[in-house]
């Protein structure tokens, strides 16, 4: 008898993974081991597989159906070759039968697969359903709005999500090597299930509210691995160069989040599914290797590469540079975000590999100038003018200047009680905790203002950048 017909235990919680590539045959392993021991749960895991029919390639498995194999064999064997599956994972090619009794949902599918996924799915599953997006990618069908994808499952198929992101190869992660994610769920009790059904002691888990950042974080971070790569083929494994596109990356990531997604939290930027994901993609993920093929093999298209080097799986980070590309440049802010805008164009063959470096070497983070209001560190460019704001000016500041309402609220929100804040100046946006970012237009208006009879000082005068680097300030 199949998996699929087998009649499970009245009153248990079910899970169904709707995905069965690389990543989701991974997680499948932690998920159907775990699950043994959690007693309010049905020990049988159905796993949502395309079907495929296995080509000469796969040996004695030629001619049969994936599922077949996975279900005899217990092994993946066109995505994740050489590793066990546990015997209560049943692979299931009816995606409506895989997750219409579940009660949890983990989406694993490439991104571009979502929308087809949920017509499907809308009204089959339980109202009372609740799921999570492992999904690293974008939406944005019309070319003009990005959403998140977890959003766009909430909308259509009316259940809580979060997602799980995070520093997570799935060969490594199948192989248990050790590794860090992130869950992140607005109920983190919701999030604590999840946990529990995949932490071992070699996949930690931390648990965040910040669904948001938490996945931009999955969906960019493949546009800047990607460029990554292309530093790889164009210059060999430089690291100061590598180092330079990671942290503009991070800086463009950041951007994004903070422009068109606003009400996250930096700090999740920090945690495994932002910096820890960049940092191993942009060393040993799928765009990356791509991306370094694809720079030093011109004539050769990213199709061409993805057959030959993934084995059927799916490139996100092109995908996803093209979704920002149509957004960025319907917003006009194309200019802003230099690197995924390269990304984009090489991708595509309007800009050859060997110009990344000249698109991001006047890079608008080169023209930022930071002051420590207490440690006076002084990086001038030309994109920003000195000011210093004492907090004894800082209430002032928030109920004078009444026609930048953003303003007050970023100066009230990351700088009010602190010992020691950051002005952060240049661009349009506040970029993280203990930073503001002011337009130059408004650190004018700003100066003008605390150099104005306005102004009575009840402290420290406010000095030069001069002085202080001079050591004059005693």
Known sequence: MSGSKKLAAPG?????????????????????????????????????????????????????????????????????????????????????????????????????????????????????????????????????????????????????????????????????????????????????????????????ITVIKDVTNAELCGALKNIVAFAAGVSDGVFGEKTNTKAAIIRLGLMEMMKFAEQFFPGGTPETFLQSCGIGDLVTSCFGGRNRKVGEAFAASPAKTLDDLSKEMLGGQQLQGARTAEEVNYFLSHKGKEKDFPLFTAVHQICKKEMAPNKLIDAIRQHPEHHHFRVSVHGFNDERSAAGKPVFIYKNLLQRLITTIVTCSHLATTLAKHLLGWEEGILYFGANEPLGQGIVSLHPDMVDAINTYIHSDKVKLNGPPLISIGQAINGTLN
């Not at 081991?33 to 007693?39: G, H, L, T, V």
């Not at 992130?182 to 996949?203: H, N, S, V, W, Y």
């Open 12 to 204: 248990l919680l079910k899970v169904c993974i709707v995905g069965s590539g690389n990543w989701g045959s991974a997680v499948s392993k932690l998920i159907g081991a775990n699950i043994i021991n959690a007693p309010e749960f049905d020990k049988t895991v159905k796993m949502y597989v395309f079907e495929e029919i296995l080509d000469a390639t796969f040996g004695e498995n030629s001619g049969k159906k994936l599922t077949a194999v996975i279900n005899t064999k217990h092994e993946n064997v066109k995505y994740l070759k050489g590793h066990r599956l546990p015997d209560n994972i049943v692979a299931e090619p009816d995606l409506v039968v895989a997750a219409q009794d579940a009660d949890y949902l983990i989406f694993v599918l490439p991104h571009q697969f979502i929308g087809k996924a949920l017509d499907n799915l809308t009204g089959k599953i339980k109202p009372s359903a609740v799921g999570m997006s492992l999904v690293k990618g974008l939406y944005n069908p019309e070319k003009t709005n990005i959403r998140l994808l977890s959003t766009v499952i909430t909308d259509k198929l009316k259940i809580p999500m979060g997602v799980l992101m995070g520093a997570n190869v799935a060969n490594e992660v199948a192989d248990g090597l050790f590794c860090e994610t992130t869950i992140a769920f607005k109920e983190l009790k919701q999030g604590q299930i999840f946990k529990k059904l995949m932490q071992t002691p070699d996949f930690r």
